[in-house]
């Protein structure tokens, strides 16, 4: 037996014990997975909040850079005029104090600019949606708890007039008997009980709300630094994988990355837009039908829209409950309205403003949205589409590549074929 294949089969035989050590302890790994991801959340949250506030950033910093080439250009040309003027061939060549001036200052100031701005755009825009939608929301609720009282009243009413129809059910109830002590006993002691546990949740909650500022400001720092020094980052990752990867692996990681990196950010601007131009037809429509409550559901069948194929569904349900609470013929002419809307959505701007840029076809689509959100919720299905998409991605090109080296071998098996013979 050979050295390599006894090695083979030392570390097969090793995997397979630990991974029946490992199932034999599964509640345990699982609690050590979970205790792991608690401590390095902020990290990974961070790294998501680097890459969506470098979407506007970049775009920032390119106009950046295009507005200091012009005013770069308009020294020059300045600095040209005033060569003429003195007749000086040397002086249209040399750089003037005032556009060096200009440059250092730019190159200062250009990061840390793009990325305040850009930080403020994303918290203005949450914050237009939290004011538009949370109040709207909270006068519902509030119609909700002034309307039970009419409603109890009504049901009280009705089991009048139903126990006086029939009186079997009236001396029924009168008949039962009911040890109203100890039922007082034990409502109050219910009440207590409830009471301890709703300060109890009460007080883990604001702990956890604590917590979990603490990790997202921790987040938020960690993505500034990212941000700061991204280029030297992705130097440094290079390097490393230069360093302790074979040259064929290396080229493998390096193209995945670059792969779901362009396929992410077409994700994320593509549903960014198409969800802009949704919510302002739903508000606009909502607004020429007289609908209620129409800028609050035009941003919260926006926002929803972030999640592919589902995420209108939800924010229109809401909106349907929300109208039906003012006006429940409004509330069905919305839902019409709403499934029109989406059908012109699916099937003319979203092809358009998305087009083919993540690659995956529809029924894909729906079996990763489905599959993210039983496995991570919400998020889950944010992320899964991109996901899937990078992985149809790379198997489409793999699957090409040995569909490409069967046909070469297939061709040089004939040539060698037809020499023979």
């Given at each position: ?83 003429l003027k003195t007749a000086s061939g040397d002086a249209s060549v ?245 499934v029109i809307l989406q059908q012109i959505e699916g099937n003319v ?73």
């Amino acid at each position: 037996m050979g050295r390599r294949r006894f090695l083979s089969m030392f570390f097969a035989a090793a995997g397979l014990i630990v991974l029946y050590c490992l199932l034999q302890k599964l509640s345990v790994v699982i609690a050590g997975i979970k205790w792991v991801f608690g401590i390095i959340s902020p990290i990974f949250v961070g790294f998501i909040i680097a890459f969506v506030l470098n979407l506007p950033m970049r775009s920032l910093e390119n106009l950046w850079d295009k507005c200091e080439l012009g005013i770069k250009r308009f020294f020059v040309k300045k600095k040209q005029k005033k060569a003429l003027k003195t007749a000086s061939g040397d002086a249209s060549v040399k750089e003037t104090p005032v556009e060096v001036k200009v440059g250092k200052v730019s190159g200062i100031l250009r990061r840390p600019v793009c990325l305040l701005v850009s930080i403020v755009i994303i918290f203005a825009i949450l914050a237009a949606v939290v004011n538009l939608v949370l109040p709207e929301i909270g006068k519902t609720v509030r119609l909700l708890v002034d309307g039970v009282p009419d409603w109890l009243e009504k049901v009280k009413k009705w089991c009048i007039e139903y126990a006086e129809e029939y009186p079997v059910i009236s001396e029924t109830i009168s008949g039962l008997d009911i040890d109203w002590e100890s039922t007082a006993k034990s409502l109050l002691s219910l009440i207590g009980t409830g009471t301890l546990g709703v300060v109890g949740n009460t007080f883990a909650g604001v702990i956890g709300a604590f917590g979990g500022i603490v990790d997202f400001v921790i987040a938020l720092i960690f993505a500034i630094y990212v941000l700061c020094s991204k280029e030297t980052l992705a130097r440094q990752m290079k390097r490393l994988f230069n360093a302790f990867l074979p040259d064929k692996a290396n080229g493998t990681v390096l193209h995945v990355a670059q792969t779901s990196h362009d396929i992410f950010c077409a994700f994320v601007t593509g549903q960014c837009i198409e969800a802009v131009i949704l919510g302002s037809l739903c508000a606009i429509g909502m607004l020429i039908f007289r609908f209620p409550y129409a800028a609050m559901i035009g941003v919260l069948v926006g926002v929803t829209a972030l999640i592919p194929v589902v995420g209108a569904f939800i924010g229109a349900g809401v909106g349907a409950f929300l109208i039906l609470m003012v006006d429940p013929f409004q509330a069905l002419m919305f839902v019409i309205f709403i499934v029109i809307l989406q059908q012109i959505e699916g099937n003319v701007i979203y092809p358009k403003v998305v087009g083919n840029s993540v690659g995956l076809p529809a029924m894909w689509v729906l079996a990763s949205v489905t599959v993210g959100g039983g496995i991570g919720g919400i998020i889950g299905m944010l992320f899964a589409v991109p996901t899937a998409s990078v992985l149809y991605t790379l198997l489409r090109e793999v699957t090409a590549k040995r569909l490409e080296k069967k046909a070469e071998q297939r061709e040089n098996g004939e040539d060698e074929q037809e020499a023979g013979e």
